[in-house]
């Protein structure tokens, strides 16, 4: 375990806050996840148990024979249990570290991530909320499929949210090498390699480049238009993790996150925390503090409100243009290819940023 920030643990002898939890639930998300990525190139680790099928598919290896699991009958359905079976094997190690460790709840958090539909589990995590019982849910976004076929670091990350009673809710990004985590008090990066770090002051790319923007893979078909406003969209299968590389981590200016399940949506108010703007694709409104965030979050978990549609921007004025380009022309329904379109920039006055 690498050691954990003050602000994070509450001290070495306290019961942990949500924010404690978190840090500690972030520690074992990267750790298996590089464990995920190892056994990719050189199988399960030695010193875990083989189940009897592992155990046979070995000896069939060494046969020189092609081996296939009984009840797979296709690569197709290997693979999907192979992702399936990251989701559970993640959780479970979750669930081992928080039972090892007090919280302030002095009751051990249920954790949600390998069982059931996003949907399903938020619904879990609302009814244990309303309870007022902690809970922890580990959720996979984009697909871990992918990301153990490709080796694509934007094809999958974790949203880790954490509720413990008496305390806002928590909420974290793992990406396939990096965790973030934010609130009121500061924020902080967890690596394989410095471990904690505490990010202070702005962020620390000074200049943005005005060529990229991240959205959503759904939005592909839209590629062409959007190349008239920004020479290289991007479309990752996971906006949460290119959001965490490419607009905390990098230079890009912007990015637009689409409506997920709230337990999915960790990325927005560790945004704020990381001196992002956040803002209401709809209204236009901003979240301004990681603890405004949190709260939305909460509101949505427990039912209240709708989550909503989110624009990520390293400055105002990037936010306020691509939230017109995507009101005025990606977003509707059959545009007019040769309808004109003007200088986005002259509707904005430079003195309001």
């Not at 092609?66 to 999907?80: E, N, V």
């Not at 396939?176 to 390699?193: E, F, Q």
């Not at 509101?299 to 709708?306: H, L, P, R």
Request: contains cysteine.
């Amino acid at each position: 375990m690498h050691e954990l920030p003050d602000a994070l643990s509450n001290g070495p002898q306290a019961p942990l806050g949500a924010g404690g939890v978190t840090a500690h639930v972030c520690d074992t998300t990267l750790r298996m996840l590089g464990t995920f990525g190892r056994e990719k190139i050189y199988g399960q680790d030695m010193g875990e148990e083989l189940s009897q099928d592992e155990r046979d598919a070995k000896v069939f290896a060494l046969l020189g024979q092609r081996y296939i699991p009984p009840g797979f009958a296709t690569q197709d359905a290997y693979w999907a249990a192979r992702a399936d079976a990251c989701r559970r094997r993640l959780a479970e190690a979750v669930q081992e570290a928080v039972t090892g460790i007090k919280n302030e709840s002095g009751r051990t958090p249920t954790v949600l991530g390998a069982d059931g539909t996003p949907r399903e589990r938020e619904a879990e995590f609302r009814a244990l909320v309303r309870a007022e019982q902690p809970v922890v849910s580990v959720s996979f976004t984009g697909s871990p499929r992918r990301w153990l076929a490709t080796g694509d670091p934007q094809a999958t990350s974790v949203s880790v949210t954490t509720f413990i009673p008496g305390r806002p809710l928590y909420a974290a990004e793992v990406t396939t090498d990096t965790a973030l985590l934010s609130d009121c008090s500061g924020s902080w990066r967890l690596s394989r390699d410095d471990g904690w770090l505490a990010m202070t002051g702005e962020p620390t790319v000074a200049d943005e480049d005005p060529n990229y923007v991240v959205l959503p893979h759904a939005m592909m078909d839209s590629a062409s238009r959007m190349r008239r406003h920004y020479r290289e969209p991007l479309f990752p299968f996971d906006t949460s993790s290119a959001v965490a590389q490419a607009v905390l981590g990098g230079a890009v200016p912007v990015a637009f996150h689409l409506t997920e399940p709230v337990l999915n949506s960790a990325v927005i108010p560790v945004a704020i925390g990381h001196g992002m703007i956040v803002m209401f694709l709809d209204s236009g409104e901003l979240l301004e503090k990681p603890w405004a965030a949190s709260r939305h979050m909460y509101k949505a978990v427990i039912g209240e409100t709708s989550f909503g549609d989110f624009i990520i921007a390293r400055n105002l004025l990037a936010a306020r243009r691509i939230r017109r380009i995507l009101l005025d022309e990606i977003l509707v329904e059959d545009p007019d290819p040769l309808a004109p379109f003007g200088d986005l920039d002259d509707d904005f006055d430079l003195d309001d940023v």
